[in-house]
């Protein structure tokens, strides 16, 4: 799917914003999608349908429905963290005013790929309201700025097997480059610094990292090198070519412990 909507950002830019699962459950994660997709992937709908979590994605500036970095602006991790941030706590509060009891008290955060740099960030603003944290193949920093600046422009995602998974990816693929290059560029020279790495030991939230085994993705370094700068991280080393997928009940299961009724046929 793409955006379902627009919202305007503390900085007065908009973004585009998609939701996964249940809009009304209690239990509310933030997912970044990797470099050169927009938002909107569901790895199994069936299950986050019935998990009990509202999985929110924003599109980065130049991806899908958001608008791109202004003229003259610098691109910055930690700038995007803190207008997301800052709009989700708005919007946080402003449904606590109106409910009869507090809408959610903790949050999950999810990164994928090179989304992964900016879901720390977001973790980093966060402080003690995030209490789960999830990483998908996110490489170091130093590597990650590599990624971003090299002249391979395919979109940062898994070999997806599965026909209808296949599809769902085709389509934040397809919506990340409404606007050509802009999202990638402007990762790109987000990416180059490394700013938003400096807080990971302030970030309080128990975390698992899922990276892929094999040598040629060096996923066993990078799950080092995150294991030894945060406080509370596990890993997980996949054999499999399409881990989001293959672990999606492993991520819910983390990133929402406890939350709505699966039936069995699903788990």
């Known amino acids: ?15 585009g914003v998609s939701g996964l699962g249940d809009p009304i459950a209690r239990r509310l994660v933030i997912a970044c999608h990797p470099l050169g997709t927009a938002s909107g992937f569901d790895p199994d709908p069936m299950l986050t349908d019935h998990w009990g979590v509202h999985i929110l994605s924003f599109d980065r500036p130049g991806y899908g429905a958001s608008d791109p970095w202004r003229e003259g602006e610098q691109p910055s991790v930690t700038a995007w963290a803190d ?18 009891q507090t809408v959610t008290n903790h949050i ?12 720390l960030a977001l ?3 966060f402080g003690d309201r995030v209490d789960r944290l999830a990483l998908i193949g ?15 422009l395919e979109p940062e995602v898994d070999l997806v097997e599965e026909p209808l998974a296949a599809r769902r990816l085709d389509r934040i693929v397809d919506a990340g480059a409404t606007q050509g290059d802009a999202g990638r560029i402007g990762d790109a020279r987000a990416l180059v610094s490394h700013d938003w790495a400096n807080d990971l030991r302030s970030i309080p939230a128990a975390t698992l990292l899922v990276h892929r085994r094999d040598g040629v993705a060096l996923g066993s370094a ?14 997980v080393l996949s054999n499999s070519p399409q881990p989001i997928v293959d672990h999606w009940h ?17 788990r």
Do not use: C, F, K
Not at 1 to 15: D, E, F, Y
């Open 138 to 152: 996110t490489q170091r920093p130093r590597a990650l700025s590599r990624l971003a600046v090299s002249e391979e």
């Open 222 to 235: 990078d799950a080092r090198w995150y294991e030894r700068h945060l406080r509370r991280a596990a890993s």
């Open 1 to 15: 799917m793409t955006a379902a909507r627009r919202i305007q950002l503390p900085s007065g830019r908009w973004a």
């Open 108 to 119: 999950g955060i999810l990164g994928w790929g090179g989304g992964g740099a900016y879901a």
């Open 83 to 100: 207008d997301i941030a800052g709009a989700v706590l708005r919007d946080l509060e402003e449904a606590d005013r109106n409910a009869a």
């Open 250 to 266: 492993r991520l819910l299961d983390h990133l929402a412990p406890e939350h709505g009724e699966v039936p069995e046929a699903l």
């Open 123 to 125: 973790a980093a603003r």
